[in-house]
């Protein structure tokens, strides 16, 4: 038979899970509610005086694949007569080639209406300065790290794990380098000398883009265009960077070369309304999630349900 203290304990899991499933549902109709809200009100934009002059602010954060965003920040800011400066805060170790260079080609497009300056948290390598090198003046804190300029391809290679897997392919092509860089056999002389030469000629694009944003002489850039990174300090001695200073100092430079005489306001892109949404679910997920793990490392809520 089981106890009048068993019963009781069990009880007091059942209201205390209870009482958890009831918060929950109500931080749910919270959230909801929150989002119908902001679908009928429309995007997200800053209460901010009319008539004061603005620094767009366009945020470049971790490994770049995309560049749509950055993009679409650009193009508002560009629009927007409210905005005399925009400010390029990177903070990535690089990625994709053909992203950076977009976001590169905007910002430099922007600067002949704009003054773009890229401000570099913690590190502003490869695709992050290449994107930076758009700007028109770049502020590095002298513990970035920044640099990298080089290009690299890694090639996997599952032959052995097939072999011993019994696993064969067969291919069937209708040119001789269509299969290049298959991940089932090795390079052959001849396509390691085609991607060879692709990584060279997109390096040289990388090298020019430097020296021509940068004023530097191609050969110079050369020199130090073999993949390894500076700290901030080193890069303004190499005229990679223009000042060594934080964001303040970015947001400074960018309000004198934008012309701003008076007080100016900070300016972040309009979210779309997927982006509000997923944000709010990520956020109250995420809050969710580490309350519940407090209460049960507390011995509040059971980690599991009695049997």
């Given at each position: 038979?089981?106890?009048?203290?068993?019963?009781?304990?069990?009880?007091?899991?059942?209201?205390?899970?209870l009482?958890?499933?009831?918060?929950l549902?109500l931080?749910?109709?919270?959230?909801?509610?929150l989002?119908?809200?902001?679908?009928l009100r429309g995007?997200?934009?800053?209460v901010t005086?009319?008539?004061?002059d603005k620094?767009?602010?366009?945020?470049i954060?971790?490994?770049?694949?995309?560049p749509?965003?950055?993009?679409?920040a650009?193009r508002?800011?560009?629009d927007?007569e409210?905005v005399?400066?925009i400010?390029?805060?990177?903070?990535?170790p690089g990625g994709a080639?053909?992203?950076s260079q977009e976001i590169?080609q905007e910002?430099?497009?922007?600067?002949?209406?704009k003054?773009?300056?890229?401000s570099?948290g913690?590190?502003a390598?490869?695709?992050?300065?290449?994107s930076a090198?758009?700007?028109?003046?770049?502020?590095s804190?002298?513990?970035?790290i920044?640099g990298?300029?080089?290009?690299?391809m890694k090639l996997?290679?599952v032959?052995?794990?097939?072999?011993?897997l019994g696993?064969?392919t067969?291919?069937?092509k209708?040119?001789?380098?269509?299969?290049?860089?298959?991940i089932?056999?090795?390079?052959?002389?001849e396509e390691?000398q085609?991607?060879?030469s692709?990584?060279d000629?997109?390096?040289?694009?990388f090298?020019?883009?430097?020296?021509?944003?940068r004023?530097i002489?191609v050969e110079k850039?050369?020199?130090?265009s073999?993949?390894?990174?500076f700290?901030?300090?080193?890069?303004?001695?190499?005229?990679?960077v223009?000042?060594?200073?934080?964001?303040?100092?970015?947001?400074?430079?960018?309000a004198a070369?934008?012309?701003?005489?008076?007080?100016w306001?900070l300016?972040?892109?309009?979210?779309d309304?997927?982006?509000v949404?997923?944000?709010?679910l990520e956020?109250?997920g995420?809050?969710t999630i580490?309350?519940?793990?407090?209460?049960i490392?507390?011995?509040q809520v059971?980690?599991?349900?009695p049997q």
């Amino acid at each position: 038979m089981e106890d009048k203290s068993g019963r009781s304990n069990r009880s007091g899991t059942f209201l205390i899970v209870l009482a958890t499933i009831g918060g929950l549902a109500l931080l749910g109709f919270f959230s909801f509610t929150l989002m119908l809200f902001l679908l009928l009100r429309g995007s997200v934009v800053s209460v901010t005086e009319p008539s004061a002059d603005k620094i767009g602010i366009v945020n470049i954060q971790g490994v770049i694949s995309t560049p749509e965003k950055a993009l679409e920040a650009l193009r508002q800011f560009r629009d927007n007569e409210q905005v005399k400066a925009i400010v390029l805060r990177i903070d990535s170790p690089g990625g994709a080639v053909g992203a950076s260079q977009e976001i590169f080609q905007e910002a430099r497009k922007l600067n002949k209406l704009k003054p773009v300056v890229a401000s570099l948290g913690n590190i502003a390598a490869s695709g992050g300065y290449y994107s930076a090198v758009g700007a028109r003046y770049i502020v590095s804190n002298p513990g970035t790290i920044t640099g990298s300029i080089g290009v690299i391809m890694k090639l996997p290679n599952v032959r052995g794990l097939m072999d011993k897997l019994g696993i064969k392919t067969t291919v069937i092509k209708s040119g001789r380098l269509k299969d290049l860089a298959s991940i089932t056999r090795d390079l052959t002389p001849e396509e390691r000398q085609v991607l060879k030469s692709v990584m060279d000629d997109i390096h040289q694009q990388f090298i020019q883009a430097v020296a021509e944003s940068r004023k530097i002489p191609v050969e110079k850039v050369a020199s130090i265009s073999d993949g390894r990174i500076f700290s901030g300090r080193q890069a303004k001695e190499l005229h990679l960077v223009d000042e060594l200073g934080s964001f303040s100092t970015a947001l400074d430079r960018a309000a004198a070369l934008g012309g701003i005489k008076g007080k100016w306001e900070l300016l972040y892109p309009k979210k779309d309304r997927i982006s509000v949404i997923r944000d709010i679910l990520e956020e109250s997920g995420a809050k969710t999630i580490a309350r519940l793990a407090g209460m049960i490392e507390q011995g509040q809520v059971p980690a599991a349900l009695p049997q």
